[in-house]
């Protein structure tokens, strides 16, 4: 099993920026690919961004140059940092870890952003 705790999330106003942390632990070997989705109330959850194991990123078009992907391999940590951001942006926020052909989620941590 692999464990995902979210992490960093909060009440901010637009233009300010947050930092999310993904933090892995477990059965971590063989993971690779972390990524960020998020929920908006009444909506459906979507894709953010998301790292390879060797360091490639990929992200939406809604938060591309904005968001930021790192990881951390040492501590089995992904973030994300988040700048410029927009009331829409307003979501609960989750990581997800591959291991194989499955993904572990975290609980999430709720991004708040005030106008």
């Known amino acids: 099993q692999v464990q995902v705790v979210e992490s960093g999330g909060g009440l901010v106003q637009a233009g300010g920026s947050l930092r999310l942390s993904c933090a892995a632990s477990g059965s971590i070997f063989g993971t690779s690919t972390r990524g960020w989705y998020r929920q908006a109330p009444g909506k459906q959850r979507e894709w953010v961004a998301r790292i390879t194991s060797a360091g490639s990123t990929m992200y939406a078009e809604s938060v591309k140059g904005r968001f930021t992907i790192s990881r951390d391999n040492a501590k089995n940590t992904v973030y994300l940092q988040m700048n410029s951001l927009k009331p829409e942006d307003t979501a609960v926020y989750y990581c997800?870890?591959?291991?194989?052909?499955?993904?572990?989620w975290g609980q999430g941590t709720q991004v708040t952003v005030s106008s």
């Open positions: 997800a870890v591959r291991k194989v052909s499955r993904d572990y």
